[in-house]
């Protein structure tokens, strides 16, 4: 009767029978029976089933459905919309349409002045059975109704999570981690006031999938337990970052056999038969479109992959240049008709994703989940998230499901690099984004965190601001300052958000400013997870192209105050950073040198200048009436009865000795 596209059956009746509520459609056959449950924290609508009425004459059968709304709900938009959550809100009420499982796509369409809340259950996922609660509340209790949600339905805690204390803290990131250097890392993840170490799974395994250990782990698990158990006894908790949807070229899952569970892209079928010698692979579907990505180009056909150089769009479609037997796997002859597929290699060519539909997700899932117990990590950060076969929106939190459903004690917090609704629950922080280059990191914090922050929080969730690469001055790059810590850990604290810095022994012991900018961490953290800041504050430091300083005054306590670089020290000297600030009527710079040591000499009487170590542990100075010298290296503070302009001017006269 109808065209062949996609059609929408609207509803025509509605009644209820007994406590379920009985939904009729224009043109088709089907009740939808949905149970209704009602409580004081939220509405519960699931659909229970589909009736068809077949009639006694003709020759009709049931009309197949692709996708089913099982609620929709125009919402008058309010201050807030938080697009993951799927919550409208301001300070008054909010208005959420929450999934009970992975299995509901849960989605906001926008209209002029309202959005259209949506559940719809779609066929090639799941549908009879899928529930979905509305709550509506105010926006006090929102995260209360959330969690009895998560209690009734036995879900992943998102709320106690964002609630708890270790919520706040920032980690340190550790890609090399072994029971002999464990120690260093502490250190200076200590000077950085860090509670917490995230420790990434390259450090023990030498590839993913069926984990093997490394050579610096000879004991294994032993090896791992001594390592977790140091950080937890200098006091901090250890977490984890792992990639879980996807296994190593190099592992077993893919050579010398590869696994029949690998995510394939694309099917084909052998037009030919395709002989051990041969290096066509003649198929009968049309190949346009498939990758010719480095490291991406493999066809997966019985216990052989072939690697191919290129492939034809016109018949005889083939697959040309292959080279036989790639990644160690054995070469064989192939029937005519026989099926084979494009491997789904990853977008990073070292990793071939997994087929979540199979059994091979769970197998990993187990095997993460006996090494994250049996070591005693605390937190997780789900990497490479997006990587999952279509549709997205479900595999995404299916596969971090998986995972969460095999830990003993749920993390206290979880980070990953992609979210979808349901996932809300198992990913309570945002992900950190990749790390940035010194010169640009203000910038890029500016274009990416700070973006993220303010969209995310209208979700109730905190980013991570991170993750900082710590570099070293050298000839390219004039490596990561203080001022450059001082911003990111301050745009941060905006947004109550946490940092994560990758921890690199020979790097920190390389760079001479390694202790102001682990002091500059540690204050931005202390003073965060202490609630130091006020509502206004934070609002200061929203303004993105304002940078802050926080410092430590003569009394011991945290002090928050505007600075801005001067940039033209000593003729433009690169090797000299300084800013400026106002500070008890007094004009005050805070500088340092890059990497060396040296002097930095100013053309201005003594008698107008104090130099201080830190707040209140001042450097004496010789009376001069013309010039002074002051040391330059570590940060210092410099004290001025002068103008701003006229120390902006002194600085840009300096002499570097």
Not at 33 to 51: M, P, Q, R
Not at 324 to 346: H, I, K, P, W
Not at 485 to 509: Q, T
Request: some cysteine; aromatic content about 12%; overall charge negative.
């Amino acid at each position: 009767m109808f065209p062949a596209k996609p059609k929408t059956f609207n509803a025509d009746t509605v009644y209820w029978r007994g406590d379920d509520l009985v939904v009729g459609f224009e043109l088709e056959s089907y009740l939808a029976v949905i149970e209704v449950n009602v409580n004081d924290d939220y509405i519960g609508f699931k659909l229970k089933d589909l009736e068809y009425e077949i009639l006694d004459y003709g020759v009709k059968r049931r009309t197949e459905i692709d996708k089913f709304t099982l609620l929709q709900l125009p919402v008058q938009n309010r201050d807030n919309f938080g697009e993951w959550l799927n919550v409208s809100w301001d300070e008054q009420v909010a208005i959420n349409l929450l999934a009970t499982d992975p299995y509901a796509m849960i989605d906001a369409e926008e209209r002029d002045g309202f959005r259209i809340f949506k559940a719809e259950l779609h066929e090639e996922v799941k549908m009879k059975g899928v529930e979905v609660v509305l709550i509506t509340t105010e926006k006090e209790n929102l995260l209360n109704r959330i969690e009895k949600v998560e209690n009734d339905f036995n879900l992943p805690k998102g709320v106690a999570s964002r609630r708890s204390k270790e919520y706040k803290y920032s980690y340190y990131e550790i890609w090399d981690a072994t029971p002999q250097n464990i120690d260093e890392h502490i250190a200076f993840a200590k000077k950085g006031g860090f509670k917490a170490i995230q420790i990434v799974w390259n450090s023990f395994v030498s590839s993913f999938g069926h984990y093997p250990w490394k050579a610096e782990y000879p004991n294994g698990m032993k090896d791992l337990q001594t390592v977790v158990r140091k950080v937890k006894d200098a006091g901090m908790i250890v977490g984890t970052h792992l990639w879980y949807n996807k296994v190593d070229k190099t592992d077993l899952f893919v050579s010398p056999v590869p696994d029949h569970r690998l995510s394939l892209r694309r099917n084909f079928t052998l037009a030919l038969p395709l002989g051990k010698d041969s290096d066509i692979v003649t198929v009968e579907e049309n190949p346009e479109g498939v990758t010719m990505e480095e490291g991406r180009r493999l066809l997966k056909i019985g216990d052989e992959l072939i690697e191919y150089a290129g492939f034809t769009t016109e018949r005889p479609y083939q697959f040309t240049g292959c080279m036989r037997g790639a990644l160690n796997t054995e070469v064989s002859d192939y029937v005519q008709g026989y099926r084979l597929g494009l491997l789904d290699v990853d977008t990073w060519p070292k990793w071939v994703r997994l087929d979540q539909r199979t059994s091979i997700q769970d197998e990993i899932a187990e095997k993460i989940g006996k090494i994250y117990n049996d070591a005693g990590f605390d937190f997780i950060y789900f990497d490479g998230a997006e990587d999952v076969i279509p549709p997205y929106w479900f595999y995404t939190s299916l596969a971090q499901n998986k995972l969460y459903q095999n830990f003993t004690s749920p993390p206290v917090f979880s980070e990953g690099a992609i979210k979808s609704h349901f996932s809300w629950h198992i990913l309570t922080r945002g992900n950190a984004f990749d790390t940035f280059r010194p010169e640009v990191i203000k910038e890029a914090t500016r274009k990416y965190p700070l973006a993220q922050a303010k969209f995310v929080s209208k979700d109730f969730t905190s980013i991570n601001f991170g993750w900082m690469k710590y570099v070293a001055p050298g000839e390219s790059t004039i490596g990561m300052q203080p001022d450059m810590f001082e911003y990111v850990c301050s745009r941060g604290a905006a947004w109550d958000c946490p940092v994560s810095l990758i921890g690199e022994l020979e790097i920190f012991k390389k760079h001479n400013r390694t202790s102001d900018n682990l002091e500059v961490i540690r204050r931005w953290e202390k003073a965060r997870i202490e609630n130091f800041f006020t509502d206004k504050q934070k609002e200061e430091l929203k303004n993105s192209n304002q940078e802050h300083i926080l410092l430590i005054n003569e009394d011991g306590g945290f002090e928050m105050l505007p600075y801005t670089q001067i940039l033209n020290v000593a003729e433009e000297n690169k090797n000299v950073r300084a800013f400026i600030f106002q500070r008890n009527n007094k004009t005050c710079v805070v500088y340092w040198h890059i990497s060396g040591e040296g002097s930095l000499e100013l053309p201005v009487s003594s008698e107008s200048v104090r130099l201080f170590e830190e707040l209140g542990e001042e450097i004496s100075l010789p009376k001069n009436e013309e010039r002074i010298s002051i040391p330059l290296g570590d940060r210092r503070y410099v004290q001025f009865d002068i103008s701003k302009g006229e120390v902006i001017d002194l600085f840009s006269k300096a002499k570097i000795k």
